[in-house]
């Protein structure tokens, strides 16, 4: 099995493993850790997309030629979306942690069914 | 080039950021937030239609400065920044959206004597991202924007300090933490598949059979896309929380919510069906999401004692109006679908305001509880009554010309029972509104009903009624809009 295979399949593994803890886990904390788990796995599946087996880090540097560069470079588009991609989890995350301080204070128990089981 | 469209998105991102600093400041905050509100629809009203190449990438200058075993292959012809396209249909949903965040603003404006600079921070940066959104031709670009509206709708309902906002918010975070990552992963295999994410480029490449259209990682990119989309829209199986995220905002925050949600469900579904229209059972897939929708929201809208709650399943079920309009999938359903978002946006958001004076002067949204509101302000009454019709399709109003539009086009391609469908839900909607119209406004006024508010406010009666002239405005003359809609579909189609 090659590099970029053995991180589809990570990926992969993150996102279901991420998934169940999302749905199935009662746990606030662990929901949100699951949903880190899925959001890094779909970053991982995209960067795996910009993988050459032996090419060079797409910087055009003095003394490439053109050409040697276009054949030779990895794909650079999935990187700049996968950093974008970051701010936006590590966004989503912050908010989600705030929004759990909030419900712990308020309900004093970190049990999602506990939380939502007297609201209306 | 044209400056006016970039800065459709740039005049609301820098308002936001001011309104957040000058948060303190009322005279300040009231002041900058209405300027912007009025210029944002002017901007739409002005630009000329065109295209913006960002960071000058446009693609013909690019073609000249390949490597020479780039020359001619796929990759040639792709663009390599973000691009934004305005054209005519873009102009009616933004100053539309514009429209109804300025009423929203003003409403708030006097419904709250201490204004929040995070609030109206909210409101325009979720007017910056779906503007975005609406202009973008880059699937990725999009996938940005709607994670930030996502965001920002979950702030509105925070800062609307209403009973469990708390925990509605927290569950739409969860879920939009799944659907957001679910369409990360569809425009991946977009990309693995076709190496853009811009939309043009991946139409080029699969019209032209650089890829093969019936590769399994499209099939699934699109079956991730779908599913993206169904969060952002509130299709079934999210129309619960959906429904729940308006009815726990303000009113006036709910009816910009509204609106987010239509063009996050505009934007993404002429995406689907300019990328994925050729699948088998694409229309088919939309259809049975559509039917869905109105099917379980109206039903659901017609047990609620909570007429915010009710309002909120009804705005959903006409979703599903527009989701049928696009699963027809005829030039004149999809000029149906884009006429009857075009009303939602209008429509619940002067029921959202209109009804939600009943909670601005009770505090309370339980029907069993209200009644005899007429005598507060008549004239509002009639306002929300004729928005009522306007909802159920009741002539003339905008609501009307568009469901006639839809039912149309579903007899002309042969959906007889799409068309009986709509009818029947459109008779549903109506009568379940009159029932919480009476019930509030008409029916004995209860001996223990209190009045936090004595008298709606004149700013708000002035947004209602403006909302209202646009319906009917949109009802008689039908063609200001629909013209451009049959064009656009046409050149979809």
Known sequence: MDFQMASLFASGAFIIIGLFAAVFIDNLIKKIIGIAFIEEGANLFLICLGYKAGGVVPIFMLGMSADWFAANSAYPLPQALVLTSIVIGASTLAVMLALAMVLYRKHGTLSVSEMMGDEK | MNYLIPLMVVVPILAALIVNI?????KTVKAISLVVAIAIPLIAIFAAVGVQYFGGHDPALIASLLPSNLVGTLAASYNTGIVYIFENIERIFIFLMGIVAFLAVLTYFAEKKKVSGPYLYLIFMGLASVTALMLSNDIFNMYVFFEITALTQVGIIVASSTEDNYEIAMKYMILGAIGGPMLLLGIGFILGTIGSVN????????????VNPYSPSLVIG????????????????????????YSKARPNGSAILQGFSVLCMFAFGIAMYKI????PYFNTAIILFAILAMVLSITMSAMEVDFRRMIAFLAVGELGFIALGFGIGTQYSIAAALFQATNEIVITALLFIGFGTVYYLTKTSDTRKLG?????DSTMTIMVLLGGFALAGVPPFNGFQS????????????????????????????FTFVKAFHTVYLQPKPKDLKFAHEKI?????????????????????????????????????
């Open chain 2, 372 to 376: 005899g509101l007429i005598a507060v």
């Open chain 2, 457 to 493: 406010p004149k700013a708000t009666v002035f947004s209602v009624a403006i909302l209202l002239i646009i319906c009917l405005v949109l009802g008689i003359f039908p063609n200001i809009v629909t013209d451009i809609f049959i064009t656009f579909a046409g050149g979809l189609i």
């Open chain 2, 222 to 245: 699109f079956a991730l896309i779908l599913f993206g989309w169904l969060y952002s829209a509130g299709l079934p199986p999210f129309h619960t929380i959906k429904s729940a995220v």
């Open chain 2, 403 to 430: 469901k006639l539009m839809l039912v149309q086009a579903a007899l002309d391609a042969g959906y007889t029972e799409l068309a009986v469908l709509a009818i029947i839900v459109s008779v549903v909607i109506f």
């Open chain 2, 199 to 210: 939309i043009n480029d991946i139409i080029y490449a699969i019209s032209n059979n650089f």
């Open chain 2, 276 to 279: 994925f229209a050729y699948i």
């Open chain 2, 22 to 26: 000058f948060g303190g400041n009322d």
